[in-house]
Nanobody
Framework: QVHLVESGGGSVQAGGSLRLSCTASGSTYMNNYMAWFRQRPGKEREGIASIYTEGGDTWYADSVKGRFTISQDYGKLTVYLQMNSLKPEDTAMYYC????????????????WGQGTQVTVSS
């Protein structure tokens, strides 16, 4: 059974930074795709960044490109999301997810999800 555990959420002022972590259990991390999604209040869940665990290739949504960076520590089965220059509109519940069907940030391509971690950005 796959478990994804996120951490690192919190409250920050606009312009600040946070780093989220997501640790996966077991061998499912290898040769798969890890992604970060978020769900803002009143909005649908959206994909913001993904990474291929074997090659390190990444993909970003336009809304976070240049501000957020996805990375990994393969040995720790952990994916990170470094979030800089945070804006109030980045306020959301952030979820990590694992899938096997490519870097595309489509919800239906990810089969395992973490419980989420809240990020709140105040102006």
């Amino acid at each position: 059974q796959v478990h994804l555990v996120e951490s690192g959420g919190g409250s920050v002022q606009a312009g600040g930074s946070l780093r989220l972590s997501c640790t996966a259990s077991g061998s499912t991390y290898m040769n798969n795709y890890m992604a970060w999604f978020r769900q803002r209040p009143g909005k649908e869940r959206e994909g913001i960044a993904s990474i291929y665990t074997e090659g390190g290739d990444t993909w970003y949504a336009d809304s976070v490109k240049g501000r957020f960076t996805i990375s990994q520590d393969y040995g720790k089965l952990t994916v990170y999301l470094q979030m800089n220059s945070l804006k109030p509109e980045d306020t959301a519940m952030y979820y990590c997810a694992l899938g096997s069907q490519g870097l595309a940030l489509r919800i239906d391509r990810y089969t395992h999800w973490g419980q989420g971690t809240q990020v709140t950005v105040s102006s």
